[in-house]
């Protein structure tokens, strides 16, 4: 086997262990309850997932998942989104900081 295809395969298998403990997270975090298994979004819930990246970058959604209330008050696309569905996103507070940002990366890949 070449070393591009050795490379390949290796960033593969550390993007899918990023991935799997983001997702392990979103899981056990509920946020699938609100933005679907899938990252779908749900109409009584939350918006999809999809188009995070364009919007945040892992600092920012660190802060959101701190306090939503206070970073959607002072941005008028999430006051837009907030007015759409029926309610705002909960605090991340419970879990680790590392939890938070695995969340960050995973959620940031759609």
Known sequence: MNRIAL?????????TGCN???REVYLAAGCDECHGVNLEG???????????RKHWDVD???????????VADADPRLQELRSYY?????PLSWADPEGRK?????????
Do not use: C, H, K, Q
Not at 42 to 52: C, H, L, N, S
Not at 60 to 70: I, R, V
Not at 86 to 90: D, F, I, K, N, Y
């Open 86 to 90: 029926e309610s705002g996103m909960a």
């Open 7 to 15: 490379l390949g395969i290796g960033l593969l298998v550390m993007l």
């Open 20 to 22: 799997r403990e983001g």
């Open 60 to 70: 920012g959604l660190l802060l959101y998942f701190a306090n939503p209330d206070s």
């Open 42 to 52: 749900t109409r009584t819930g939350g918006p999809p997932i999809a188009g995070t």
């Open 102 to 110: 695995a969340l960050a990366r995973y959620v940031r890949r759609w």
